[in-house]
């Protein structure tokens, strides 16, 4: 069994900045990629970040240049550096772990409001 656990959301102000974190731990033999996505009320869920495990990495075009996704390898663990953070930003966001079948963390609210 695979566990993925998400760390790190909360309620900062606009202009502001989190880190989010994502361990995954258990039965992985092989990780092709993992990211994070993130859903408002009412809308579907959306990729924010993606980094394989080559070390390349996709976003958002509404995240470019404030998010930055990061991954260590060696503890299977991703981080989202998330900075000017947005109203629109706000989102529960889940971690994604894709090896031979695709893993879901529970997911992590990030409120953005002043």
């Known amino acids: 069994q695979v566990q993925v656990v998400e760390s790190g959301g909360g309620l900062v102000q606009p202009g502001g900045s989190l880190r989010l974190s994502c361990a995954a731990s258990?039965?992985?033999?092989?990780?092709?990629?993992m990211g994070w996505y993130r859903q408002a009320p009412g809308k579907q869920r959306e990729l924010v970040a993606r980094?394989?495990?080559?070390?390349?990495?996709n976003y958002a075009d509404s995240v470019k240049g404030r998010f930055t996704i990061s991954r260590d390898n060696a503890k299977n663990t991703v981080y989202l550096q998330m900075n000017s953070l947005k109203p629109e930003d706000t989102a529960v966001y889940y971690c994604?772990?894709?090896?031979?079948?695709?893993?879901w963390g529970q997911g992590t609210q990030v409120t953005v409001s002043s």
């Open positions: 980094i394989t495990s080559g070390g390349s990495t």
């Open positions: 994604n772990l894709e090896t031979r079948r695709t893993w």
């Open positions: 258990g039965s992985i033999f092989s990780i092709y990629a």
